[in-house]
């Protein structure tokens, strides 16, 4: 096992540097330049724009400040970004947390949605509650999270004005209302992005149910005279849950994509409305580190599924 | 209209006949800046009193929390780094100049003690230099006294080269010397009628000495006061969150009485301009909100709710669209629309007074932008509630028609016009921007009525804006016959904004398409002007060699102006907001209020 682990950590090594690559070339060969402001506006005399790139070593070839790049990455140095002028990591980190509470709040609920709903419509196939329940889920998949987004602000902001629509990390009171607050303005984002999520896992979780109830040892266990609950819940689920715990691994880089959107619609100051103002503003460096942050995690989100189907399913061995 | 009768307007105001606001209003017709108007009152013995302030309060504090919306956050917090106006906006909020500009052109005081005039000593008769008097008794928001010390250090910093401020185009030209401890002596080169740059507005805030004098040259960026930012502005640092949040507390020791109005402030970043004005004018969860550059359709159904209204500012930024003067489908030495080159066409002035004539910018008014975009004929703006005498527009597809028939442009078999084996095909661009789209489709259609074939395209505006030298489709490279754009006056003199038409600005491949005149247009006339207003110093001779200057480009319909458009910002209800066309949205924060 730990030489599996090690092997497919070697492994992520080259596919890294890979990606690294192919993003600073593309950035290179986009157009756009982080001082184009400075170009147009005609109080700013040219040379200050010369004399900046020449300082923040843009007019050199693309192999070379990748290296350049590439070196100080190596030694934790994760360059400053030239429209705020502050290190790249001080801004991840601040953004980070914002946007790691959303999406695990967003996800817990589509979980929380999924699950119950997924099993219950395949212990009653074709029900009236599954062909309810279908017919949500293929609405919830079919609808991007910026139209949903922009309808729940129509709806509950503006109609009903009971939610605040945009978004702030930094709340001025204190004790409950903090919470409160913190509460209210994050029910939206995290319901558009946890339904979108919930709507395609209850499909998936439903048909990985039926996939096992149908199974002779589900039988067994009700020839026994189990109660139904304890075989769905000992029996069933458990066993189908395997293939659905990968499936919500490999989403999860899915799902800070989908994020970007959403952090932008309702303003939460998260590494996804980050990546936007940076690619507004030509931010090179920090479209670097935000997006070779997204690209580790799709990377480590894969291992840790194949990692943790083998350690749910025992007939699978790691060699 | 001619120095002689500026002459006698002026007199008019002099004897009371003429307010001066109305004389104002007038220049600003004529396309002058409102700055420079007020400058020539002043310049003719009709100082203005400081203006009075609106502001009622009648002690400090006790308004709440001012939440400001600006759907592009501030990225930085130092103003000599501020290059986008929502960073110049951020630091607004701590820093403050000598001096901002009001609506209607003047100068109000703001760490100056006064504003300097011939009258009393501030300014030199020859224009070589200028005397400020800093107020007294103000303190950084850490205590420390502000000086002449901290002016000086100033003019150092923005003109130290390993710096790169973007703030070094007012300083570069100028000396700063220290002549007491609340007097400082501004020296220029050359005679300069605009002397009001340096110290003063969007460039003119000034940072603490001792907070950044020891992160000079290369070592500017690591200077930790570039992030909490200790100024004399009415309010006080707490946080800063890049692209997101910038918040501020009241500053209790601020140096004008009663002011400010509100306890604390907040600038929240990001999003999208129609969110943001929904924010203000339909849920109110915001009080104002920055740069709405919404239709105005859907502004005036978001003011429906009754929660806020729109502030329309008028400043100077005009979209129009530029003729090309030379050959942009020839090359020549690697480069198309070379000036070396004429272009095919519009070398026809009947064609160019035809095309001029094509532009319906009163339909582009009424059904695209609204309150948001004025239908003018000047290319020097602002509101035309007084329109110039000189120029005007007409539209008018008949008479172009009769234009091009009588320069012997006969209309082909597929009713295109045609003169000596050339057809009248243009090629049109422009941004993706979906009222500049609107406004091509409408051009293009009045030039099908007078057998003009326009063909439209739009360039992604990241391109499009760019100064990428190796892509054909910047608007700098002009490879096309007619483009549209918005371009901005950043200054509240009009000699910089004015430069874009001499003939030593033409951009080419030498200067790497760098150069501000995007036409190719050459008139020795222009030039001429250009350089007499450089060096005069006599108000009243410089505005009228404006007005001849803007007269020139409209009367060889260098470019055919469309609209010009105004700053909108969405503003609560109860709040009250002096804003300036010629300054930030900022500039005057200390008089902003609540009614009660």
């Known amino acids: ?319 | 209209m001619n120095e002689q009768e500026l002459r006698q307007l002026i007199a008019k105001v002099k004897a009371g006949t003429l307010s001066r606001r109305a004389f104002v209003r007038m220049m600003v017709g004529m396309g002058l800046t409102a700055p420079l108007a007020a400058q020539m009152l002043a310049y003719s013995g009709l100082a203005h009193a400081q203006p009075a302030s609106a502001y009622k309060p009648t002690k400090r504090g006790g308004g709440g929390t001012l939440k400001c919306l600006w759907w592009q956050g501030a990225t930085l917090l130092n103003p000599h780094f501020a290059v986008g106006t929502k960073d110049q906006e951020g630091s607004r909020i701590f820093y403050e100049p000598l001096a901002g500009w009001d609506a209607d052109g003047n100068l109000v005081a703001m760490l100056a003690a006064e504003i300097p005039t011939q009258q009393n000593g501030g300014l030199a008769r020859d224009g070589m230099s200028v005397i400020w008097k800093l107020k007294k008794g103000v303190q950084w928001h850490d205590g420390k006294p502000f000086t002449a010390d901290d002016v000086v250090f100033n003019w150092e910093y923005a003109t130290d080269p390993a710096v790169a401020a973007v703030s070094v185009g007012s300083y570069r030209d100028i000396k700063v010397e220290k002549l007491d401890s609340h007097t400082v002596k501004v020296i220029f080169q050359k005679p300069t009628p605009y002397w009001a740059d340096a110290f003063v507005g969007v460039r003119g805030m000034l940072i603490p000495k001792h907070l950044f004098e020891n992160f000079r040259g290369a070592k500017s960026r690591e200077a930790p006061t570039n992030l909490k930012p200790v100024g004399t502005g009415p309010y006080k640092f707490v946080d800063f969150k890049p692209g997101d949040m910038v918040r501020g507390t009241i500053n209790t020791a601020y140096h004008e009485p009663n002011k400010p109005h509100f306890d604390a402030i907040e600038m929240k970043g990001g999003g999208d301009a129609i969110s943001a004005a929904r924010a203000v004018l339909q849920t109110g969860e915001f009080d104002y909100a920055w740069n709405i550059q919404v239709e105005d359709e859907i502004l005036l159904r978001l003011e429906e709710s009754g929660k806020g209204r729109s502030e329309i500012t008028p400043g100077a930024n005009i979209e129009h669209i530029q003729l090309n003067n030379t050959d942009p489908w020839t090359e020549v030495d690697g480069e198309r629309s070379s000036a070396t080159t004429k272009h095919p066409l519009f070398s026809d002035p009947a064609v160019r007074r035809a095309m001029a004539m094509l532009v319906d910018r009163a339909a582009v008014q009424k059904h695209i932008y609204g309150r948001t975009g004025i239908a003018t004929g000047n290319f020097l703006n602002n509101p035309p509630r007084f329109t110039s005498k000189n120029t005007r527009w007409e539209f008018n597809v008949e008479k172009a028609n009769q234009l091009l028939d009588a320069a012997g442009w006969k209309r082909g078999a597929d009713g295109i016009r045609v003169k000596d084996g050339r057809k009248l095909k243009l090629l049109y661009q422009t941004s993706i921007n979906a009222p500049r789209q609107k406004n091509q489709a409408i051009v293009k259609q009045a030039c099908q009525k007078a057998g003009i074939e326009v063909e439209v395209k739009a360039v992604t505006a990241s391109v499009y804006f760019s100064s990428d030298v190796a892509n054909p489709d910047t608007y700098t490279k002009f490879y096309c016959d007619m483009q549209m754009y918005t371009t901005t006056m950043p200054q509240a003199d009009p000699g910089v904004f004015m430069n874009q038409f001499c003939s030593w600005e033409i951009a080419a491949k030498a200067n790497k398409w760098q150069g501000r005149n995007i036409t190719r247009w050459k008139s020795e006339e222009y030039d001429k002007a250009y350089r007499g207003a450089e060096s005069e110093l006599d108000p009243v001779k410089r505005a009228a060699l404006f007005i001849r200057m803007n007269d020139l480009v409209i009367e060889n319909q260098v470019v055919v102006p469309v609209v010009y458009r105004p700053r909108v910002s969405s503003v609560a209800k109860r709040l009250r907001a002096p804003l300036s066309g010629w300054d930030n949205d900022f500039w005057n924060l200390r008089d902003w209020y609540r009614e009660g």
């Open chain 1, 1 to 319: 096992m730990s030489g599996y682990l090690l092997r497919r950590l070697l492994i992520a090594v080259p596919s890294v540097i890979g990606i690294s690559i192919v993003l600073f070339t593309v950035l290179a060969l986009a157009p756009g330049d982080p001082f184009e402001e400075l170009a147009t506006n005609p109080a700013i005399p040219p040379e200050v724009r010369a004399n900046l790139r020449a300082q923040f070593g843009l007019d050199d070839p693309v192999a070379v400040r990748y290296a350049r790049w590439f070196g100080s990455m190596l030694q934790g140095d994760w360059g400053f970004s030239f429209a705020s002028r502050i290190d790249v990591d001080d801004l991840i980190l601040q953004r980070l947390p914002v946007t790691l509470f959303v999406i695990g709040m967003s996800q817990v609920f589509a979980l929380a949605v999924a699950l119950p709903v997924g099993v219950y419509s395949a212990t009653r196939p074709y029900s009236i509650f599954d062909q309810i329940a279908n017919t949500l889920a293929f609405i919830g998949f079919s609808l991007p999270t910026f139209f949903t987004g922009i309808l729940f602000i129509l709806f509950f902001s503006i109609y009903l004005d009971w939610l605040p629509f945009v978004y702030r990390a930094d709340i001025a009171e204190t004790g409950w209302r903090w919470y409160w607050e913190h509460l209210r303005q994050s029910i939206m984002p995290i319901a558009v992005l946890g339904l979108f999520q919930g709507a395609s896992w209850t499909r998936y979780v439903r048909s990985a149910v039926l996939d096992v109830i149908r199974l002779d040892y589900v039988t067994t266990a009700r020839s026994k005279g189990l109660a139904e609950r304890v075989v769905i819940v000992k029996h069933v689920v458990r066993n189908a849950l395997i293939p659905v715990v990968t499936l919500v691994a490999l989403q999860m880089p899915a799902v800070f994509g989908g994020a970007i959107v959403t952090e932008q619609i309702f303003r939460v100051p998260g590494i996804g409305s980050l990546l936007i103002s940076a690619i507004q503003a030509n931010d090179t460096p920090v479209i670097m580190a935000v997006t070779f942050v997204f690209a580790i995690l799709v990377i480590f989100f894969n291992l840790l599924a194949d990692v943790l189907y083998g350690w749910l399913d025992p007939r699978i061995s790691y060699r």
